[in-house]
Nanobody, 115 residues
């Protein structure tokens, strides 16, 4: 089985920064792709950013230039560095990983951007 554990969420003021972490229970190079999704109240879950096995990255237009996805294979961890946060970034952020056709999810970490 695969376990993904997110951390790093919290309350931050507009313009602030947060770094989310997703610790995997196995080598992150096991996964074809890992990513961050978010779900705001009353909205569908959406892709924020992902990173493929080969290292290529993809971002939602709404976060380009503000968020950066990265990974540390020694720690089996994927990060999402979020800067210039806006109130509309408020959501529960989920880590996801694709393995052999299955998608695994973390439990989510809440990010609230408010003054």
């Amino acid at each position: 089985q695969v376990q993904l554990v997110e951390s790093g969420g919290g309350l931050v003021q507009p313009g602030g920064s947060l770094r989310l972490s997703c610790a995997a229970s196995r080598s992150i190079f096991s996964f074809r792709v890992m990513g961050w999704y978010r779900q705001a109240p009353g909205k569908e879950r959406e892709l924020v950013a992902n990173i493929k096995l080969g290292g290529s990255t993809n971002y939602a237009d709404s976060v380009k230039g503000r968020f950066t996805i990265s990974r540390d294979s020694a720690k089996n961890t994927v990060y999402l560095q979020m800067s210039s946060l806006k109130p509309e970034d408020t959501a529960v952020y989920y880590c996801a990983a694709d393995l052999l056709g299955d998608r695994f999810w973390g439990q989510g970490t809440r990010v609230t951007v408010s003054s």
